[in-house]
């Protein structure tokens, strides 16, 4: 069986600070990991995605995040925070015994303070 | 592409009416995803067809709820009858799985849905 955990539902940074969003997973086997974006009244979109090649990911809008196996984690961060990084964040897991099937986290809310 | 379209964007509906909604995947994508976005469940996915075929009905929360992919371009959820608690918004996404596991999914808008 294959979980996320999403630590923080809420997180606040001010503009111009480092974002770090976290993100633990559970999986029996090798994971794909996802980072998803969802902007108010939005559907998701995708940030970023791991699938076992180079275990630090770039994304888009500057988001980055590292796979590590031995912490379980896939932390997403972004140097500098903007006013327009404001949304909703999923971290979901999967794997190729899925057929595609993503195991979303709770969801991580970023507020951005100018 | 246009991307994922679902219809309607809004539903408002009374307890017991019967509730259709639509989906159209991006062209040339095999899977299919249903989720439901409340506040307190966070995002539960519903039930997911690949290549036409429902695979994986476990999160449908009963007998209400029905999703058939009559084709490859074309989806409903459908929920008889409906209540309250149902208010959410649902969303569906569609993916090209040629290895399974690693391929993005693209969501639609979502159609917020109020029962009454």
């Known amino acids: 069986a294959q979980s996320v955990t999403q630590l923080g539902s809420h997180v606040s940074v001010s503009e111009g600070a480092l974002v770090l969003l976290r993100c633990n997973y559970s999986?029996?086997?090798?994971?794909?990991l996802f980072w998803y974006v969802q902007y108010p009244n939005q559907g998701l979109q995708l940030l970023l995605k791991?699938?076992?090649?180079?275990?630090l990911v770039k994304g888009i809008n500057g988001f980055e995040a590292e796979f590590k196996k031995s912490e379980t984690s896939f932390h997403l961060t972004k140097p500098s925070a903007h006013m327009s990084d404001a949304a909703e964040y999923f971290c979901?897991?999967?794997?190729?015994?899925?057929?595609?099937?993503?195991?979303f986290g709770q969801g991580t809310t970023l507020q951005v303070k100018p | 592409d246009a991307g994922v379209i679902q219809s309607p964007r809004h539903e408002v509906t009374e307890m017991g009416q019967e509730v259709t909604l639509r989906c159209k995947p991006i062209s040339g994508h095999n899977s299919l995803f249903w989720y439901r976005q409340t506040m307190m469940r966070g995002l539960e996915l519903l039930i997911y067809?690949?290549?036409?075929?429902?695979?994986?009905d476990s999160g449908m929360p009963e007998d209400r709820f029905s999703a058939k992919m009559p084709n490859a371009s074309f989806s409903t959820l459908k929920i008889q009858p409906s209540e309250p608690r149902d208010s959410a918004v649902y969303f569906c996404?569609?993916?090209?799985?040629?290895?399974?596991?690693?391929?993005?999914?693209?969501f639609g808008p979502g159609t917020r849905l109020t029962v009454l």
């Open positions: 999986s029996s086997v090798p994971p794909y």
């Open positions: 067809f690949n290549n036409n075929v429902p695979i994986d």
């Open positions: 996404a569609s993916s090209f799985e040629p290895t399974g596991g690693t391929d993005t999914q693209y």
């Open positions: 979901a897991v999967s794997s190729s015994s899925n057929t595609g099937k993503l195991i």
């Open positions: 791991y699938t076992s090649a180079a275990t």
